[in-house]
């Protein structure tokens, strides 16, 4: 008898049903009452080895209809030392580069927004919320605010076809960057948005830039867990 814990076994069950192609990509695979009964475990055991799964971008849950077997994807990968247009990561992987505009308006600074930007409160600001897709898969979500004293025509870019990144590099170069990254659970409203389960870990992002001493930008990005991952490489010279 095997000595691995219960959830592994049944992990290694599906995984050997996947690879031999019993169950292939997009097919449903046995329910967690199946998946019970056939091993006579606990229903939260079956629960745990498939959530292992869906987080490790093997299967993907549907509300109401089931659980499927995903192809396998490669992470998107940004450098966590620099800025890059997403659409230019995405593209360079081969892959396809899209988008959708959530919302691009003018709003009012509350204190969180006012100490972000280093504004007053109740000054007005440019706000955008865009999600970025790698062939249509959701990679990130971005909530950006904006001063409108360094980029005036933030609000009329078509962000459809120019990310807000690119649009920044040329209004306002770019002359230092602040990053924190922290692994984050996020609402139902946002996981909806970026696919991903109930229990995915999600890697937040959270990035001001200054053009000269000005600080022109406050953003938040949100990336799938199982999708996405952030690196930086650090040249040491010897002294």
């Given at each position: 008898?095997s000595q691995l814990p219960l959830y592994q076994q049944i992990k290694r069950y599906i995984l050997s049903q996947i690879?031999?192609?019993?169950?292939?990509?997009?097919?449903?695979?046995?329910?967690?009452?199946?998946?019970?009964?056939?091993?006579?475990?606990?229903?939260?055991?079956?629960?745990?080895?498939?959530?292992?799964?869906?987080?490790?971008?093997?299967?993907?849950?549907?509300?109401?209809?089931?659980?499927?077997?995903?192809?396998?994807l490669d992470k998107a990968e940004s450098p966590l030392i620099d800025i890059r247009n997403i659409a230019v990561e995405?593209?360079?992987?081969?892959?396809?580069?899209?988008?959708?505009?959530?919302?691009?308006?003018?709003?009012?600074?509350?204190?969180?927004?006012?100490?972000?930007?280093?504004?007053?409160?109740?000054?007005?600001?440019?706000?955008?919320?865009?999600?970025?897709?790698?062939?249509?898969?959701?990679?990130?979500?971005?909530?950006?605010?904006?001063?409108?004293?360094?980029?005036?025509?933030?609000?009329?870019?078509?962000?459809?076809?120019?990310?807000?990144?690119?649009?920044?590099?040329?209004?306002?170069?770019?002359?230092?960057?602040?990053?924190?990254?922290?692994?984050?659970?996020?609402?139902?409203?946002?996981?909806?948005?970026?696919?991903?389960?109930?229990?995915?870990?999600?890697?937040?992002?959270?990035?001001?830039?200054?053009?000269?001493?000005?600080?022109?930008?406050?953003?938040?990005?949100?990336?799938?867990?199982?999708?996405?991952?952030?690196?930086?490489?650090?040249?040491?010279?010897?002294?």
């Amino acid at each position: 008898m095997s000595q691995l814990p219960l959830y592994q076994q049944i992990k290694r069950y599906i995984l050997s049903q996947i690879d031999s192609g019993t169950w292939t990509i997009g097919q449903r695979i046995s329910t967690e009452f199946e998946l019970t009964e056939q091993f006579n475990v606990s229903r939260m055991t079956v629960n745990k080895a498939i959530r292992d799964l869906v987080s490790e971008g093997r299967l993907q849950r549907t509300p109401r209809l089931g659980t499927f077997v995903c192809q396998v994807l490669d992470k998107a990968e940004s450098p966590l030392i620099d800025i890059r247009n997403i659409a230019v990561e995405v593209t360079e992987r081969g892959k396809i580069y899209s988008n959708k505009v959530l919302a691009q308006s003018q709003i009012t600074a509350d204190e969180t927004t006012a100490t972000k930007l280093g504004i007053m409160r109740g000054n007005p600001v440019f706000f955008s919320e865009i999600i970025h897709y790698a062939d249509d898969m959701p990679i990130q979500l971005e909530l950006r605010w904006v001063n409108p004293e360094y980029a005036a025509d933030y609000l009329k870019q078509d962000f459809s076809q120019q990310t807000p990144t690119q649009y920044l590099f040329d209004a306002c170069p770019l002359s230092a960057i602040e990053h924190s990254v922290e692994a984050v659970t996020i609402d139902a409203e946002k996981r909806k948005l970026l696919k991903v389960t109930d229990n995915e870990p999600c890697l937040l992002l959270n990035r001001r830039t200054w053009s000269g001493n000005n600080l022109v930008s406050s953003a938040l990005l949100y990336h799938p867990g199982s999708r996405y991952k952030l690196s930086s490489t650090i040249n040491l010279r010897s002294r």
